[in-house]
């Protein structure tokens, strides 16, 4: 399977520090995303980076992927408390087959 | 606006009936998704359609069946002999993959359908 695998499965921080979510997954990708959900809602695209990128920002965001060792991690710096959401990585090829990890619930208190 | 709808947002079934969750776009992407997630899991594809009138199984597809006779629906069916249907449904869409996506198929998600079995 090409499931990406979240850890730490639940993080809690103070608002304002960073927060920091690793990915791990299984077999050889092109690419691998990085969604929010809150608390019942629909998911929402963060960032995508491609298997030859090492490092990629966006906002508060940077996403860093080594391949090497099939993992990846999402850093939110400074965080708010809006942030507060669970947070999945998704692996895919060309094939159109998308497969999330069971994701990091992040709680950042005001 | 575009997006995606999903409908109805909750849903209550006697166990044994079958029952029809909706998802209709107007993004005028060509792939469409079901994905099932249950409480404090991950998402977990049910089925997938890159194309009109085809569609793929996913990896949990007993139980379930959808259609797509048009580009902006795909319903998705959650049948009598889904063992534990109650969970929370998310539909997706998504443009098809190209080199500047690395062959990502990147997903805008509706706002799911809650479907809870008595």
């Known amino acids: 399977s090409q499931q990406g695998e979240e850890d730490p499965q639940a993080l809690s921080i103070q608002e304002g520090e960073n927060a920091t979510m690793n990915c791990s997954y299984k077999?050889?990708?092109?690419?691998l995303q990085w969604y929010r959900q809150n608390s019942g809602r629909g998911l929402v695209h963060l960032i995508l980076?491609?298997?030859?990128?090492r490092e990629k920002h966006s906002g508060r965001l940077r996403v860093t992927l080594d391949t090497s060792k099939k993992s990846s991690s999402l850093l939110i710096t400074a965080s708010r408390a809006a942030d507060t959401a669970s947070y999945f990585c998704?692996?895919?090829?060309?094939?159109?087959?998308?497969?999330f990890g069971p994701g990091t619930s992040l709680s950042v208190i005001p | 606006d575009g997006g995606i709808t999903q409908s109805p947002k909750y849903l209550f079934r006697k166990e044994g009936q079958n029952v029809t969750l909706s998802c209709e776009q107007n993004?005028?992407?060509?792939?469409m998704y079901w994905y099932r997630q249950d409480p404090g899991q991950g998402l977990r594809l049910i089925y997938y359609?890159?194309?009109?009138?085809?569609?793929q199984k996913g990896d949990i597809a007993e139980g379930y069946s959808v259609s797509r006779e048009k580009k902006e629906s795909f319903p998705l069916t959650v049948t009598s002999a889904q063992k534990n249907p109650t969970a929370f449904y998310l539909c997706?869409?998504?443009?098809?993959?190209?080199?500047?996506?690395?062959?990502?198929?990147?997903?805008?998600f509706g706002a799911g359908s809650r479907l809870t079995v008595l």
């Open positions: 993004l005028n992407h060509d792939a």
């Open positions: 359609s890159q194309i009109v009138n085809d569609f």
């Open positions: 998704a692996t895919g090829r060309w094939t159109g087959k998308v497969i």
């Open positions: 980076i491609r298997s030859n990128e």
């Open positions: 077999t050889s990708i092109n690419n």
């Open positions: 997706a869409s998504s443009t098809p993959p190209d080199e500047s996506s690395a062959g990502a198929n990147v997903l805008t």
